[in-house]
């Protein structure tokens, strides 16, 4: 089992860039898949990206895809979500997430640990 816990959230400007982390403790993290998720005010959460156990497979959603970047650190037990020309609708809490499995990673349900979340608030 392992415990995501995420960091690296805060106020931005717009355009900036920002690099989200997640630490998952645990000594099976390399046997999980890992995702990030967000939810914005008002909104459902909604898929960002996933990374695979060995981490060279990704996958992003539509929307995000150019401007995130999602890599992990399996020796460090750690995940990042790199996010560049943050734009208002990119203000959402983001939450990180370990998977069990390495297929079906958009979906929220394959996810079984969760972290807490880190705000993400970006003013233009």
């Known amino acids: 089992q392992v415990q995501p816990v995420e960091s690296g959230g805060g106020l931005v400007q717009a355009g900036d860039s920002l690099r989200l982390s997640c630490f998952a403790s645990?000594?099976?993290?390399?046997?999980?898949?890992m995702g990030w998720f967000r939810q914005a005010p008002g909104k459902d959460r909604e898929f960002v990206a996933a990374i695979n156990r060995e981490g060279d497979i990704t996958t992003y959603a539509d929307a995000m895809m150019g401007r995130f970047t999602i890599s992990r650190d399996n020796a460090k037990n750690m995940v990042y979500l790199q996010i560049r020309d943050m734009k208002p609708e990119d203000m959402a809490i983001y939450y990180c997430a370990a998977s069990p499995v390495d297929y079906d990673l958009r979906n929220s349900n394959r996810y079984r640990f969760w972290g807490r979340g880190t705000q993400v608030t970006v003013s233009s």
């Open positions: 645990g000594r099976t993290f390399n046997l999980y898949s």
